[in-house]
């Protein structure tokens, strides 16, 4: 009796001892792991309204609560795209511009739950359409401005601002969103430069390898600790669908010369043959862009000519690459390095290259491939796409001859580097275009220096925890035995 009442005095408290510390050690390893869980992540929202010449957009965007510094961390959780056309379209009834928004601000008090809507900061940004109004009438585009500010300041978000942006930090926040979005920014090395082509404007962005001639062109940033130095210039009227007035207008000059009939036919060999329609100088040629070129008649007939080469002749007309007075120039006497590097080519660059299959492919056949599609005749071409929104469909041809043309005559890619251009729509879940990076930036959401590292990622922390606990159940068996011999020595002694 003695003997078994000394094993189990021994044993019992032991057993009692190792069971609540393993229990102990269990449940503190659970509660650890438990709180780490990214499943059961807090997010946090931002809201940023791209008023572009053509239409809004509204992006959301999401990113974990705790982990606001890290690279990459933010991605687009939704887009809605507003109905009708740009905000500076209502520059007759700017009321319009404000209501306007309503479908898609209500979609995003959906999207976000409701106790974030608070601390959701909201911000409208407006681009190539808003800088033409207000170049030709100031009072309107301040008018619509207002507008769109009550009508933001009215939804349960945080308000911060309605305004212009300018073309160069449409062009720098662009550049930020693809290099944020591809995780370039935290290496010293490889970024990747944007090229940005909208209804009215056209922004070219990258880190060059020489000297950046004119103090315009020039943007610096430091981020996560790294600096950038970074050349950008944004053309006004050189959005593809000003470009398409512009190149328009200088036929139609020719044309009201050579024939005094009304109403006067505009030739234009960037439409298909076949193509032909009936339209309006005032409704057409409408825009500061084109001011000096009205002709005096008022009616014209579009008709398509289908002739490629020609095409891209008439479309040279519109860059001037005379009277650079720096080393070198892109166009219009403005300065620019040679491209350097890979490129990211959204927006309207991505739209019209991928509707035609021409987003891969050497810059040969390229050219061959679009020469070709310029010469279908129209009804054709109906008849293959007959889902397509007619006015998309008939610019095409243009659309992609002038990107060609921007690219090679103006911003002088050649066939070697062509390959170097990525035409990109997303990058990830998150669309690639200025917005990102503006609201990055006003969020402060990326540090000038580096943030601390954390101690250990997530799955390093998991990883840690189990060999921790694995140790620990060791070390109990460890003791286990100890005990147990020693239990045992003790009995032998005894007997
Ligand atoms: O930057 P700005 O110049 O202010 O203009 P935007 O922001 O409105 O310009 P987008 O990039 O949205 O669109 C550029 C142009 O491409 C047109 N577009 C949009 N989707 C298209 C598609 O699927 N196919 C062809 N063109 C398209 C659109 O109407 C514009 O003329
Ligand atoms: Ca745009």
Known sequence: MDEQGGKNSWNRPVAIFLAVIAAVIIIM?????????????????????DAGSSHTSVFIYEWPAEKENNTGMVRQKHTCNVKGKGISSYSANPQGAGASLYECMEEAKQKIPAHRHPETPVYLGATAG?????????????????????????YPFSYRGARIISG???????WITVNYLSENLRKPTGTLGALDLGGASTQITFVPQQNIESKDNSIDFRLYGNDYHLYTHSFLCYGKDQALKISMSKILESANEASKTDPIELRDPCFHPGYNDSKTVSSFFNSPCVKEAKPANENFVHVGLGNWSQCQQSIRKIFNTGNCLYTRCSFNGVFQPSVYGDFGAFSAFFFVMDFLNLTSGTLTTTKKKLEAYCSTPWDQIVKNHPQVYKKYLSEYCFSATYILT????????????????????????SDAGWTLGYMLNLTNMIPAEAPDTPLMPYEGYVTFIILFLLLILFLLVLVYFYFHRSTRTAQKDII
């Not at 160069?168 to 662009?174: I, K, N, R, T, V």
């Open 130 to 154: 808003m800088r033409l109004l207000r170049m030709e009438d100031e009072k309107a585009s301040d008018k619509v401005l207002a507008s769109v500010a009550q009508s933001l300041k009215s």
């Open 406 to 429: 921007l690219l090679e005559d103006g911003y002088n890619f050649t066939s070697d580097n062509w390959k170097d251009i990525r035409f990109i729509k997303k990058i990830g879940d």
């Open 168 to 174: 160069q930090e449409e062009g720098a926040f662009g």
């Open 29 to 49: 390893v659970a509660i650890s792991v438990v709180q780490n869980k990214p499943l059961h992540q807090k997010y946090k929202y931002g809201i940023v309204l």
